[in-house]
Nanobody, 125 residues
Framework: QVQLVESGGGLVQAGGSLRLSCAAS????????MAWFRQAPGKEREFVAG????????YYVDSVKGRFTISRDNVKDTMFLQMNSLKPDDTAVYYC??????????????????WGQGTQVTVSS
């Protein structure tokens, strides 16, 4: 059974940084693309960033380009999201997700079947 567990969220001032982690288990981590999503209060869940199964290719939503970096460690079965220059608009619950099938794409149009429980990120102004 695939399990995803996020950590690293918290309260930070605008301009600060946080690093989120997503620990995966239950299957061969290195064969599957991964992604981060977020959901702010009263808003729909949105795609933030995705990474290929090798870690060699990434995709970002425009609002985080240049500020966020997605990466993965296929030895430790963990994905990361380094978030710099945080803004109050980045406040949301952040979720990691992965698709059912091996070696799929890693963008917002992919169907992601497995999700973590989420970690809260709050950016104060």
């Amino acid at each position: 059974q695939v399990q995803l567990v996020e950590s690293g969220g918290g309260l930070v001032q605008a301009g600060g940084s946080l690093r989120l982690s997503c620990a995966a288990s239950g299957r061969t981590f290195s064969s599957y693309s991964m992604a981060w999503f977020r959901q702010a209060p009263g808003k729909e869940r949105e795609f933030v960033a995705g990474v290929s199964w090798t870690g060699g290719s990434t995709y970002y939503v425009d609002s985080v380009k240049g500020r966020f970096t997605i990466s993965r460690d296929n030895v430790k079965d963990t994905m990361f999201l380094q978030m710099n220059s945080l803004k109050p608009d980045d406040t949301a619950v952040y979720y990691c997700a992965t698709p059912e099938n091996r070696r799929t794409a890693w963008g917002p149009s992919v169907k992601y079947e497995y999700w973590g429980q989420g970690t809260q990120v709050t950016v104060s102004s």
